[in-house]
């Protein structure tokens, strides 16, 4: 079965560091990968996401992620995090049947 | 504006009520979704739809039910045999991809 880890569950950064959030996958066949985004109450809203071709994939925002199928990976990074860039991230991989399974979340952190 | 709405923003259930939460698309996909979010465990998917007049069970379908007579609209009712209902929930629609996009959500909270 298909299955998504995001290893940390809150990470700090400074404003104006580098920031890259973890996802590992688990998938037989060459993967659907997403990544999206969701403040306080809100629902979510879609970064990037990665069907086939280039595995570095440019999103909104800023962002980007890399796809090593080599590593089960799909991490996203941001060069340089904006204090508006404080929310809970989410890893998703396409599963049979149109449907997605998501990891259990990243919340970022932005110091001032 | 094309998008996915959900109602209400808050909902309070007491103990043995059904509720119905509301979820409305008018980006004309086919396939629609619902998921429970709880903190710290990601999105848990309910049910979902992927055309008129039918849908699925997903993970958790224990103590809920949907109905799809409407391409447009999505309900889905939180029955009393869902013994901890109090919750985030989020509705999410796609077309011939494999994206889903997501609603704003409703938060239940049985009092």
């Known amino acids: 079965a298909q299955s998504v880890t995001q290893p940390d569950i809150h990470i700090t950064v400074s404003e104006g560091a580098s920031l890259e959030l973890r996802c590992n996958y688990s998938?037989?066949?060459?993967?659907?990968l997403f990544w999206y985004v969701q403040s306080p109450g809100q629902g979510l809203q879609l970064l990037l996401k990665y069907f086939s071709g280039d595995t570095l994939v440019q999103g909104i925002k800023g962002f980007e992620a890399e796809f090593k199928r080599s590593q089960s990976s799909f991490n996203l990074r941001k060069p340089s995090v904006h204090w508006s860039d404080a929310a809970e991230y989410f890893c998703a991989v396409g599963a049979d049947g149109n449907k997605l399974v998501f990891g259990a979340g990243t919340i970022l952190r932005v110091k001032s | 504006d094309g998008g996915i709405t959900q109602s209400p923003k808050y909902l309070f259930r007491k103990e043995g009520q059904n509720v119905t939460l509301s979820c409305e698309q008018n980006l004309n996909h086919d396939a629609m979704y619902w998921y429970r979010q709880d903190p710290g465990q990601g999105l848990r998917l309910i049910y979902y739809s992927q055309i008129v007049n039918d849908f699925q069970k997903g993970d958790i379908a224990e103590g809920y039910s949907v109905s799809r007579e409407k391409k447009e609209s999505f309900p889905l009712t939180v029955t009393s045999a869902q013994k901890n209902p109090t919750a985030f929930y989020l509705c999410?629609?796609?077309?011939?991809?494999?994206?889903?996009?997501f609603g704003p959500g409703t938060r239940l909270t049985v009092l």
């Open positions: 998938y037989g066949a060459t993967p659907y």
């Open positions: 999410a629609s796609s077309g011939g991809t494999d994206t889903q996009y």
